[in-house]
C-alpha cells in the first residue's frame, strides 16, 4: 500500500507549531514539509545580538523600518497543492516602506529587504544553499551569512556573492544606506585575536 504524504500549508503549519511538543523546538517548512532544526550554541547566540544591536540602532535612529530577531517566521512561498515555505531568520530588516511599525503576531507574508543567517556547526552547506535561493527569489534584496568558524560574511544578492573577510566592512548599500560594520566587530574580541 502506498501512502500519500500530506503537504502542509503555512497557516497549519502555525497552528502545529503552537502546539506543546513543539516548544522546545526550532522548525521550519520547507516545500510543505517540517524540518527539524538543531538548537543553537552560544556563540551563535552572542554573534547574532552583536549583529542585531549594530543593525538595529542603526535602523531605529534612521527610522528605516523594523528589526526582528529570534528565529522570526517568513513565508517565503505559497503554492496551491499547500507545499509552502516557511523561514525563521537569525535576524531580518524590513523597510518601513513594506510594513507597518508594529508587526502582527503571526507569520509574516512578506520576504524581508535583509536576512541574516549565523552558520552553527550542525548546519548542512546544501541547506542553508537552498534558503539563499529561497530569500532571493521571494525577493529578499540582501543576505548575509556570517560564518563564526572563518570569521567571514557571505554577501548574496541578486547579481551574485561575495565574501567579507574579518578586515572587511559590511555595507548596507541600498536597503540600509549609511550602515557600515566592521566584519571584525560581529565577532567577541578574542574570536578575532
Known amino acids: ?10 497557516e497549519d503549519f502555525l497552528a502545529i507549531a503552537a502546539r506543546p511538543e ?3 523546538r526550532s522548525i521550519e517548512l520547507v516545500d510543505g514539509e517540517i524540518i527539524e532544526m538543531p538548537k543553537a550554541g552560544g556563540l551563535h547566540g552572542q554573534i547574532t545580538f552583536l549583529l542585531s544591536l549594530k543593525i538595529g540602532i542603526h535602523v531605529v535612529e534612521n527610522g528605516l523600518g523594523v528589526v526582528t ?5 517568513f513565508i517565503l512561498e505559497r503554492n496551491p497543492d499547500g507545499r509552502d515555505t516557511v523561514r525563521a531568520l537569525d535576524i531580518a530588516f524590513l523597510s518601513s516602506a513594506s510594513v507597518p511599525a508594529v508587526l ?3 507569520l509574516l507574508d512578506v520576504a524581508p529587504d535583509l536576512a541574516v543567517e549565523v552558520i552553527s556547526p550542525s548546519n548542512k552547506v546544501a541547506d542553508m544553499h537552498r534558503k539563499i535561493r529561497e530569500l532571493l527569489a521571494a525577493g529578499t534584496a540582501l543576505v548575509w551569512i556570517v560564518y563564526p568558524e ?3 560574511v557571505e554577501v548574496h544578492t541578486q547579481s551574485g556573492a561575495t565574501t567579507q573577510e ?3 566592512t559590511l555595507s548596507g548599500g541600498d536597503v540600509l544606506p549609511g550602515l557600515e560594520i566592521p566584519v571584525r566587530e560581529i565577532f567577541p574580541a578574542s574570536a578575532t585575536s
Do not use: F, K
Not at 500500500?1 to 503555512?10: C, G, P, T
Not at 530577531?69 to 517566521?73: C, P, V
Open 22 to 24: 513543539y516548544d522546545e
Open 104 to 106: 502582527p503576531d503571526h
Open 1 to 10: 500500500m502506498v501512502m500519500e504524504r500530506q503537504l502542509i500549508s503555512a
Open 166 to 168: 574579518v578586515d572587511d
Open 150 to 152: 572563518t570569521h567571514t
Open 69 to 73: 530577531a529570534a528565529e522570526t517566521g
